[in-house]
Nanobody, 122 residues
């Protein structure tokens, strides 16, 4: 079992940066593939980024490619999402999630955090 707690969200202006953190508890974090998803107002949840258990492979949604960076620290049991050049359309609740597979599909993820709100004003 992996328990996940996100932090770092907030209200920023377009063009600003934020770094989200997801702290994990549980012995299996270092062998768990991790992802970030988001759900904007009136929208379905969508994939943002993923990283494999070793940190050697990453994947991004085209809408964030080049602006967002996912990383992890298996000593600190934490996964990060560095978000640069934020846009109003990035406004959403951001969730971190854990999976036994390296995937973009939300239904492959077994563990979910409670989410953190990111609001980007224009």
């Amino acid at each position: 079992q992996v328990q996940l707690v996100e932090s770092g969200g907030g209200l920023v202006q377009a063009g600003d940066s934020l770094r989200l953190s997801c702290a994990a508890s549980g012995r299996t974090f270092s062998s768990t593939n991790m992802g970030w998803f988001r759900q904007g107002p009136g929208k379905e949840r969508e994939f943002v980024a993923a990283i494999n258990w070793l940190g050697s492979a990453t994947g991004y949604a085209s809408s964030v490619q080049g602006r967002f960076t996912i990383s992890r620290d298996n000593v600190k049991n934490t996964v990060y999402l560095q978000m640069n050049s934020l846009k109003p359309e990035d406004t959403a609740v951001y969730y971190c999630a854990g999976s036994t597979t390296f995937s973009r599909m939300s239904d492959r993820y077994n563990y979910w955090g409670q989410g953190t709100q990111v609001t980007v004003s224009s």
